[in-house]
């Protein structure tokens, strides 16, 4: 993997564990399982960009201050839910909170024993691609899961639409100890005109189940 893409990553990864290593981060539940009207969860935007974070609000039905409200999350893949943050509430019971899924995920509110009806957040892929010479190309992935030996869909302007040139087999990955994040990546040749826009799709049938298609920024060759 390039400086380049190591940077990228390292940054991605820190955004993405800022918020998981709150207190009550990590913790696998084995409380309540009955939705309640007495805490409540809503996500803006429900789905997210490759590198979005999404907005979790809610209220408590006691309407007091400085009730501790636990954010427990089922990821894509996983049978149970898993505390990854926690929130303090306002005056009148409100409370919000910052949260980068980084993955499809099914997110709940828990508060003195009782859970929230659950919602999900969709995710898009994070694609990126990168502009190495005249013909060499390289294409990064990166998400909870390894995108390994998924096919990327390389796409050229041409005039009011995009047209595929090249699929290209993704033949990296790893991942950092410790960290829930991998990256997987590939580098390719393909010859384009100069000054043409070229992207990367990860179309739909190669993110499903837990992610939605992912589109990179536009390179100009």
Same mark, same amino acid.
């Given at each position: ?17 800022a918020f998981?290593? #709150?207190?009550?981060?990590g913790?696998? +539940?084995?409380?309540?399982?009955? =939705?309640?009207?007495? *805490? @409540? %969860?809503? $996500? /803006? ?6 590198? #979005? ?5 809610? +209220?408590?039905?006691?309407?007091? =201050?400085?009730?501790? *409200? @636990? %954010?427990? $999350? /089922? ?140 589109v990179?920024?536009?390179?100009r060759?």
């Open positions: 993997m390039t400086r380049g893409l190591a940077v990228l990553l390292a940054t991605v990864l820190f955004a993405a564990l998981v290593l #709150q207190p009550s981060a913790a696998k +539940s084995t409380g309540p399982v009955v =939705a309640s009207q007495r *805490v @409540t %969860i809503a $996500a /803006r935007p429900p789905v997210l960009a490759g590198n #979005q974070a999404t907005t979790l609000y809610g +209220s408590v039905d006691s309407g007091r =201050a400085d009730e501790i *409200v @636990t %954010i427990q $999350a /089922r990821d894509c893949g996983q049978r149970s839910f898993t505390g990854v943050a926690s929130a303090t509430t306002r005056s009148g019971g409100a409370w919000t909170a910052e949260y980068w899924p980084r993955i499809t995920t099914t997110l709940r509110a828990v508060w003195k024993g009782a859970a929230s009806a659950p919602i999900m957040v969709r995710q898009h892929a994070f694609v990126a691609l990168y502009h190495r010479s005249s013909t060499r190309f390289e294409v990064f992935l990166s998400g909870k899961w390894s995108f390994w030996h998924k096919r990327v869909l390389i796409q050229r302007r041409d005039g009011g639409s995009w047209a595929t040139v090249k699929s290209v087999l993704l033949t990296e990955t790893g991942a950092q100890p410790g960290y829930s994040q991998a990256w997987t990546s590939a580098e390719f040749k393909a010859s384009v005109p100069k000054g043409t826009q070229v992207r990367a799709v990860l179309p739909l049938s190669q993110a499903r189940p837990c992610y939605l298609a992912g990179s920024k536009s390179v060759t």
